[in-house]
């Protein structure tokens, strides 16, 4: 089968996912700093959240750049990852507005861990698909940040009860590690 209607809709539901999130973010009832204040807990989720849709569409894009082709089990990977994706909105409203407490954060990064589960698995069923000599093997080779970033994630939400900031900074530091730009399809496209 074609690529092209993969990449259509998977991007229309990130498009969605990005959709819901800023809807949830509401105005504050007044005009006060104060009432502004209040809402940091909700924003700062929410950037945190874009950035990682973000991420997840900008890698999501780079790996079906090294695909020729998909076939059934490609499409239920990606939706599987699109499935975990799609609760973003919810953990990240969750989150900001119980100001980072012990099971919003947990749970948030449950998702997190469950989104890169997803994309592992995606990429595998690709791979599998294309073969392991293929341009997509070749260029995912070593994936170190998807080796080290479920592991941040664990500790992040065995901690979360104890240590919620500490787990939300160690999702930041996930985010970071993924926004310095990845050039292993391109470097192999470019061959």
């Not at 059934?72 to 953990?91: I, K, Q, R, T, Y």
């Not at 099971?103 to 698909?129: E, N």
Request: contains cysteine; proline residues 4%; neutral net charge.
């Amino acid at each position: 089968m074609h690529k092209g209607r993969i990449e259509a809709f998977s991007d229309g539901v990130f498009a969605i996912i990005i959709t819901i999130m800023v809807l949830e973010l509401k105005p504050p009832h007044d005009d006060s700093i104060e009432a502004l204040i209040a809402l940091i807990p909700v924003f700062l989720s929410y950037v945190l959240s874009f950035i990682y849709v973000g991420i997840y569409w900008n890698n999501h894009h780079h790996m079906f750049q090294a695909v020729k082709s998909v076939k059934g089990s490609v499409l239920w990977a990606n939706l599987h990852l699109l499935f975990w994706l799609s609760l973003m909105p919810f953990v990240t409203a969750w989150a900001g507005e119980n100001h980072f407490t012990c099971r919003p954060v947990a749970f948030y990064g449950f998702d997190l861990l469950m989104c890169g589960v997803a994309y592992w698995i995606l990429a595998k069923v690709l791979i599998k698909h294309h073969g392991h000599d293929s341009v997509l093997a070749k260029a995912l080779g070593d994936d170190i940040k998807g080796l080290i970033s479920p592991l941040v994630y664990i500790i992040g939400i065995a901690i979360a009860c104890y240590a919620p900031m500490v787990s939300c900074m160690a999702y930041v530091a996930v985010a970071v590690m993924w926004l310095i730009p990845d050039t292993r399809i391109e470097r192999v496209m470019k061959d």
